[in-house]
């Protein structure tokens, strides 16, 4: 049973135009949610994080918003640029334990010159 | 600064075979992890360290899969003997503990038995 959702496999956006991932949970003890970039052939980097007791986090380019009632995620890239083309995972942690990090299996980001 | 450093990068081996796989956290982090990722299930994380001790290894699939950490700069993790289903990219991470939950990912290693 997927505790952390990705339903879309993939995205492709424009340069330019806006990417929006989405990220779906069941378990309302998630507390703490994460976003990580992955490259081929590399290891997943972090991105971004936001605690459940914010509804918004923004680092440059990228927000995530939180809306814990609808237990959804969204990351939120503008402009986009050729560069962001990876893996996005969403990750959630709950209970304070550096332990409980739940993975989502990933969309795969391509943004078209 | 040096990220996590796993060796070896690649690794083939035949079935029945014992494999070892090498992690280098960052200095001076506290936590250490190791998770397995494949089509099927993603990222799984299998067993993670605190201060050197094993903390939670439920994730481990068998007995054949083992993990030490003998001081706070090398961690392995093991299969004996390894199996075709074993096939996956293995990633190490580090993190320090009093600075959040943010992981720091080795490069992997992509573990093939033929």
């Known amino acids: 049973d997927q505790q952390v959702k990705q339903n879309s496999p993939s995205l492709s956006v424009q340069e330019g135009r806006i990417s929006i991932l989405n990220c779906d949970y069941t378990n309302s003890m998630f507390d703490y949610f994460l976003w990580y970039k992955k490259y081929p052939a590399e290891g997943p980097t972090f991105l971004i994080s936001?605690?459940?007791?914010?509804d918004k986090n923004e680092d440059g380019r990228f927000t995530v918003f939180l809306n814990k009632s609808a237990k959804h995620l969204s990351l939120h890239i503008v402009p986009s640029q050729p560069g962001d083309s990876a893996v996005y995972f969403c990750a959630a942690n709950y209970g304070g334990s550096q332990g409980n990090l739940i993975f989502g299996k990933g969309t795969k980001l391509s943004v078209k010159p | 600064d040096a990220g996590v450093i796993q060796s070896p990068r690649h690794e083939v081996t035949e079935m029945g075979q014992e494999v070892t796989l090498r992690c280098k956290p960052i200095s001076g982090h506290d936590y250490l992890f190791w998770y397995r990722q494949t089509m099927m299930r993603g990222l799984e994380l299998l067993i993670y360290?605190?201060?050197?001790?094993?903390?939670?290894d439920s994730g481990m699939p068998e007995d054949r899969f083992s993990a030490k950490m003998p001081n706070a700069s090398f961690s392995t993790l093991k299969i004996q003997p390894s199996e075709p289903r074993d096939s996956a990219v293995y990633f190490c991470?580090?993190?320090?503990?009093?600075?959040?939950?943010?992981?720091?990912f080795g490069p992997g290693t992509r573990l093939t038995v033929t």
């Open positions: 360290f605190n201060n050197n001790v094993p903390i939670d």
């Open positions: 991470a580090s993190s320090l503990g009093a600075s959040g939950y943010e992981q720091y």
């Open positions: 936001i605690s459940s007791i914010k």
